[in-house]
């Protein structure tokens, strides 16, 4: 369903995950966080599309929902919230993103990027549920891939909705090409993304 070309490695849970949980906690907080941002900022850039707000606006308070979820199990693991990171596989996505071409084009990539960073963040989900030795977090990102499965769903049947002249297939193609290039060189840290 995806169509990602490059798969996250298991060994990445067993060989970088497992070793520092706070880490990969407060990273995923803070991505449920920036998934929320990314709603309002699509809501604000256009108002004029009400089956867009409402959409993101859902959207928003799932993420918030998923951030508060994340942030209580780091507080019940004693641990505390730490600092943003940058999420450098998201950084170079956003290159990708056209600048110019009129707004239906940048709308389209504007969601596309979005299903992207849900389409790998599902895939990571299902690499954690399946590989990590803590049956709580196992059941947790299960749960949360189906979400972001959906969120990618949501993302992609919105972009073939307001294409207008834009071949999303196509450009979606592109996009698939473009962060196998990305994604290759992480895997390495213990971030969603990383």
Known sequence: ???????????????????????????????????????????VQNPNL???????????????????????IILERGFVLGRERRDNYVNELRKFILVGGGREAQLVDKLLFSAMIEARSCERFKVLSENINDEQL???????MISEATHYSMFIRLAK????DVDVDKRWAEFLAYEAKVVANYGKSETIHG
Not at 56 to 69: C, G, I, N, S, Y
């Open 161 to 164: 909705k307001h294409a207008g």
């Open 50 to 72: 009400s089956d867009v707000v409402q959409e993101m606006a859902l959207l928003v308070q799932e993420e918030m929902d998923h951030f508060k979820r994340v942030h209580d």
């Open 138 to 144: 196992s059941v947790f990102y299960h749960e949360l």
């Open 1 to 43: 369903m995806l169509k990602l070309q490059l798969p996250t490695d298991p060994l990445w849970v067993k060989n970088v995950v497992e070793s520092n949980i706070e880490e990969l906690l407060t990273d995923h907080a803070f991505c449920e966080q920036k998934a929320a941002t990314n709603a309002i900022t699509i809501i």
